[in-house]
């Protein structure tokens, strides 16, 4: 009988092709008016790439209205702001995304595959180096595509982590106790965790506060 093995990968993509197979060929969209933006949208201006975190419209009876926007650099991960007058154009563009599965560190790269076709793809560290701590083996992340470059990975909310490290409960130790200790998860991350969770248990960890949320 047959196990259950998986298949062998049938390639390793480059990040040119990935990114190219899983993005549709799409016009470019036409310019809109920094005023019309809203958070979560996605843009670029003087040859930076932003995501929207919010926008705030200010005018004034002498003044033009003026667009603060709060964006978040895509590439490089930092906040900032940006104030346009009304009459300002941005270029919208169409961010694709794509469901992977995690599979190892190697090395100088991170190996995610497709949990359907079996393909593969490496990713340099450099830039995911806050992710990676939150990168357990088998879990689902999300790769994100603009044009024929990787921009990165989005993790889930919440991510369910082995214990490997921490001081042992003593008798006594409940839910309802309150307190914690220091513990060590199977990727290094440390955290705070409950008394009574034990080394061996699985915990599910906030992958943007990076704390303790429940037992997994």
Do not use: H
């Amino acid at each position: 009988m047959k196990g259950n093995t998986p298949q062998k990968p049938r390639k390793r993509w480059q990040e040119k092709e990935f990114c190219s197979i899983i993005t549709p060929y799409l016009e470019k969209e036409k310019k809109m008016n920094v005023t019309e933006l809203r958070p979560g949208n996605y843009f670029e201006d003087e040859n930076t790439l932003y995501q929207v975190i919010d926008i705030l419209l200010n005018k004034t009876a002498m003044r033009k209205m003026v667009a603060k926007v709060k964006v978040r650099n895509v590439r490089t991960g930092a906040i900032t702001e940006l104030s346009r007058n009304s009459g300002y154009d941005v270029q919208p563009v169409s961010i694709t995304k794509k469901v992977m599965q995690y599979l190892y560190d190697g090395g100088e790269t991170l190996v995610f595959m497709d949990p359907k076709t079996y393909e593969q793809i490496e990713l340099p560290k450099v830039g995911l180096e806050s992710q990676i701590p939150y990168l357990a083996p088998n879990g689902e992340v999300t790769i994100a595509c603009y044009d024929e470059e990787v921009l990165g990975i989005e993790l889930p909310s919440k991510v369910a982590l082995e214990v490997v490290d921490c001081e042992p409960g003593v008798r006594g130790d409940t839910v309802t106790n309150g307190g914690s200790k220091d513990a060590v998860l199977e990727t290094g991350l440390k955290i705070r965790i409950p008394l009574f969770i034990e080394k061996g248990e699985k915990v599910l960890v906030d992958t943007t506060t990076g704390k303790y949320d429940k037992r997994a």
